[in-house]
């Protein structure tokens, strides 16, 4: 792996996964508006998805796609937000987000401004699935 002192993403492959192998890692983001909230990282530290090679962009794409459908099982939201920015962090990476009618953003961007605030009784409902969210990544991964 190819890490860059003080990038964000690096360390957070590195530290926060709940899987990984030579080529990504899959994190559960410490987002609290936002459980649910997950990234794919590419372990090397590449800024675009033309930066790939044919067939890790295809197991990058394979690895969004496992973990989307992970997020839809167990958090059932009304939408899911896949995303790859890089403009702070210029790391290649995914975003997923499991977006619902009552949070703090819909129907913008995560990132937009909040124009409501969601109830705490819900967020917490949602944080108390996360760690059956960590249990499906692992067995969606662990399936080749």
């Known amino acids: 792996m190819t890490r860059l002192a003080g990038c964000e ?7 926060s996964r709940v899987v990984a192998n030579d080529k990504f890692s899959v994190i559960l ?24 090679a044919d067939a890790d962009r295809l197991l990058l794409n394979d690895a969004v796609w496992k973990l989307e459908q992970a997020v839809r099982e167990v958090m059932q939201p009304l939408k899911v937000n896949v995303a790859s920015l890089g403009n702070v962090v210029p790391h290649l990476h995914w975003h997923v987000i499991p977006r ?3 949070d703090a953003h819909f129907p913008a961007p995560v990132w937009a401004q909040a124009v409501r605030s969601t109830d705490e009784a819900v967020l917490a409902q949602r944080r108390a699935l996360l760690p059956q969210l960590a249990k499906t990544i692992e067995q969606k991964f662990a399936k080749q």
């Open 100 to 102: 619902y009618a009552d």
């Open 29 to 52: 983001a410490d987002e609290a508006n936002y459980p649910g909230f997950a990234r794919v990282i590419w372990n090397e530290h590449v800024r675009e998805l033309s930066d790939l």
């Open 9 to 15: 993403l690096c360390e957070l492959a590195a530290a």
